[in-house]
């Protein structure tokens, strides 16, 4: 069975510290080249096609600001 | 299919835990304790102890640990919190009281809180965040740093002739006949994060049981005093704090 994926990022409570981007296997997410408020780079999805829902970026990040969404294809 | 129609709740699998409340925490960028957080939260969602579960704060980073998980919580006087949550099990038996403690807070300035509170095996659950250096007041040395490992008190690195040798006081604990499970986690991976929130469920089901003092350390970083990036600090951990602080259960019963 395959999924596909998608994340929201709380772009705004991101602290840019790259850990998920680190966890990613599928190497969808990147911290972005622009910054929130408080001038931190934010996680985004720089290659959504390839997100398979996995949560991996989501368990690991320490400030619980990504929402993993996930459908059978 | 197009994003905008996989980001549908029908197709929720994953989110923040509604036990977390929406304070942003004051720690670090990359720094474990929002990880552990994050887990203590949602074992506390899943059991549906929300308002069954009393937590204690430690002095340390995680002092304000109480803005960040929605339950009730008391904050203990530094490396006292196994002692006030004696107190608050003993006074309400019928709630989970779980501690949560640094290394400096745990493994120096309290030695005795905790190690006659798993001697008396109270039926608490105690959090143990080890990264191997005192965070909150800029890096001093701690009883679990590593030899060689700078830091701001030992600036050439921890020598055994000056410093003494780094302590494993998991292992000491496993000793005592009060504790019913010792484990000793990480939460750097997805994989490492849920076992570290499976071991924080069987902690607060041995509490219910009454079977004893459960204790899970979390090998940590703190890439700010380590003065690395959080990826970098993860790696350093791998590297030179799981030869020394291996990962595993210490006791199971
Ligand atoms: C009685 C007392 N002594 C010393 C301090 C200063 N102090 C605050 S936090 C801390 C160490 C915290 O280190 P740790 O428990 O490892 O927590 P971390 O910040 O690393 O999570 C110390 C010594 C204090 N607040 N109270
Ligand atoms: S782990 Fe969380 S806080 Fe860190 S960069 Fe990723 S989304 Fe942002
Ligand atoms: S859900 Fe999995 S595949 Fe998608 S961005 Fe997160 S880690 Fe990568
Ligand atoms: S000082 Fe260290 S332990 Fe404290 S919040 Fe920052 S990274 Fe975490
Ligand atoms: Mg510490």
Same mark, same amino acid.
């Given at each position: 069975?395959?999924?596909?994926?998608?994340?929201?990022?709380?772009?705004?409570?991101?602290?840019? #510290?790259?850990?998920?981007?680190?966890? #990613?296997?599928?190497?969808?997410?990147?911290?972005?080249?622009?910054?929130?408020?408080?001038?931190?780079?934010? +996680?985004?999805?720089?290659?959504?096609?390839? #997100?398979?829902? +996995?949560?991996? *970026?989501?368990?690991? *990040?320490?400030?619980?600001?990504?929402?993993?969404?996930?459908?059978?294809? | &299919?197009?994003?905008?129609?996989?980001?549908?709740?029908?197709? @929720?699998?994953?989110?923040?835990?509604?036990?977390?409340t929406?304070?942003?925490m004051h720690y %670090?960028?990359? %720094?474990?304790h929002?990880?552990v957080h994050?887990?203590l939260?949602?074992?506390?969602?899943?059991?549906?102890?929300?308002?069954?579960t009393i937590g204690v704060s430690p002095v340390g980073c995680a002092v304000f640990a109480y803005k960040y998980i929605d339950i009730d919580w008391q904050q203990a006087a530094h490396g006292r919190a196994p002692?006030l949550a004696?107190?608050t =099990?003993?006074?309400?038996?019928?709630? /989970?009281v779980v501690a949560y403690q640094g290394?400096?807070d745990l493994?120096?300035?309290g030695?005795?809180?905790?190690?006659?509170? %798993?001697?008396?095996?109270?039926?608490?659950v105690v959090i143990f965040i080890?990264?191997?250096? /005192?965070?909150m007041?800029?890096?001093?040395?701690?009883? !679990?740093?590593?030899?060689?490992?700078?830091?701001?008190?030992?600036?050439?690195?921890?020598?055994?002739?000056?410093?003494?040798?780094?302590? =494993?006081? !998991?292992?000491?604990?496993?000793?005592?006949?009060?504790? %019913? $499970?010792? !484990?000793?986690?990480?939460?750097?991976?997805?994989?490492?994060?849920?076992?570290?929130?499976?071991?924080?469920?069987?902690? @607060?089901?041995?509490?219910?049981?009454?079977?004893?003092?459960?204790?899970?350390?979390?090998?940590?970083?703190?890439?700010?005093?380590? =003065?690395?990036?959080?990826?970098?600090?993860?790696?350093? &951990?791998?590297?030179?704090? $799981?030869?020394? /602080?291996?990962?595993?259960?210490?006791?199971?019963?």
């Amino acid at each position: 069975m395959a999924f596909k994926g998608a994340i929201v990022v709380d772009t705004e409570k991101c602290k840019g #510290c790259g850990v998920c981007v680190a966890n #990613c296997p599928t190497q969808t997410i990147a911290l972005a080249k622009k910054v929130n408020s408080k001038g931190y780079p934010y +996680c985004y999805m720089e290659f959504p096609d390839k #997100c398979t829902g +996995c949560s991996n *970026c989501a368990v690991v *990040c320490p400030d619980s600001v990504i929402t993993v969404y996930r459908v059978k294809i | &299919m197009d994003v905008k129609d996989i980001i549908n709740p029908e197709n @929720f699998v994953y989110g923040k835990s509604k036990v977390l409340t929406d304070t942003v925490m004051h720690y %670090c960028p990359g %720094c474990s304790h929002g990880v552990v957080h994050k887990l203590l939260a949602e074992v506390i969602e899943e059991m549906d102890i929300q308002d069954k579960t009393i937590g204690v704060s430690p002095v340390g980073c995680a002092v304000f640990a109480y803005k960040y998980i929605d339950i009730d919580w008391q904050q203990a006087a530094h490396g006292r919190a196994p002692a006030l949550a004696t107190a608050t =099990k003993r006074l309400y038996p019928d709630k /989970y009281v779980v501690a949560y403690q640094g290394d400096g807070d745990l493994a120096s300035i309290g030695t005795a809180e905790i190690i006659h509170a %798993c001697n008396r095996g109270e039926n608490i659950v105690v959090i143990f965040i080890n990264n191997a250096i /005192y965070g909150m007041t800029g890096g001093q040395m701690a009883p !679990t740093t590593l030899i060689d490992m700078k830091t701001a008190t030992t600036p050439y690195g921890r020598s055994v002739e000056l410093n003494g040798h780094p302590l =494993k006081i !998991t292992e000491l604990i496993a000793q005592l006949e009060g504790t %019913c $499970f010792v !484990t000793r986690q990480a939460v750097h991976t997805p994989a490492g994060a849920r076992r570290t929130k499976r071991a924080i469920r069987k902690a @607060f089901e041995n509490s219910a049981q009454k079977k004893g003092t459960s204790l899970i350390e979390v090998v940590s970083t703190c890439n700010s005093n380590w =003065k690395m990036s959080p990826v970098q600090a993860n790696e350093w &951990m791998v590297e030179n704090m $799981f030869p020394f /602080y291996p990962l595993g259960d210490l006791k199971d019963r």
